[in-house]
């Protein structure tokens, strides 16, 4: 798969929402708290809202939108790795998986843009890099009032 186009970086964008939707809803369906069953639920149907946005861009519908730079508050860097697949997670636990999936669609994102020479092409990745550190700011951000606060 080349990925030297608008369109076929899209459609890359679509199917890497996809496999993101399809992790969420796995977790949900092996998560024992509801709480967390709520959690993965809400971030596959973002997931799936994101993955309608990028296909209007790729249609022509619409355009991403312009999105500021994005602080990052690094958190995850900071949290012990967590395997999901090994067993139940709590709501901290569904953050941090969260935090570290966005994290790596924004480098995945990010390096692509580096790499293109074309200008609307570099635009495209570069809005989604962003969309995708907003997303992984959001997360730090539940996790800063909701879990460093019970602390």
């Known amino acids: 798969m080349t990925l030297d ?4 970086i899209l459609d890359f964008a679509i199917r890497n929402e996809e496999d993101v939707i399809r992790l969420y809803e796995h977790l949900a369906e092996r998560a024992e708290l509801d709480q967390v069953r709520t959690v993965f639920l809400d971030f596959a149907g973002e997931g799936r809202r994101h993955r309608q946005e990028i296909i209007d861009v790729r249609d ?21 790795r967590i395997d999901p697949e090994n067993g139940v997670v709590d709501y901290r636990e569904a953050l941090v998986v969260a935090m570290r999936v966005e994290e790596a669609a924004f480098k995945l994102y990010y ?12 635009e495209t990745l570069l809005r989604l890099a962003r969309q ?20």
Do not use: W
């Open 5 to 8: 186009t608008v369109d076929s």
């Open 60 to 80: 022509g519908i619409s355009e991403l939108p312009e999105e500021c730079d994005v602080a990052d508050l690094e958190i995850e860097q900071h949290i012990r």
């Open 111 to 122: 390096s692509l843009a580096k790499a293109s020479e074309e200008p609307q092409l570099k």
């Open 132 to 151: 995708k550190a907003s997303h992984k700011l959001r997360f730090e951000i539940e996790y800063d009032e909701h879990v460093f606060s019970e602390d």
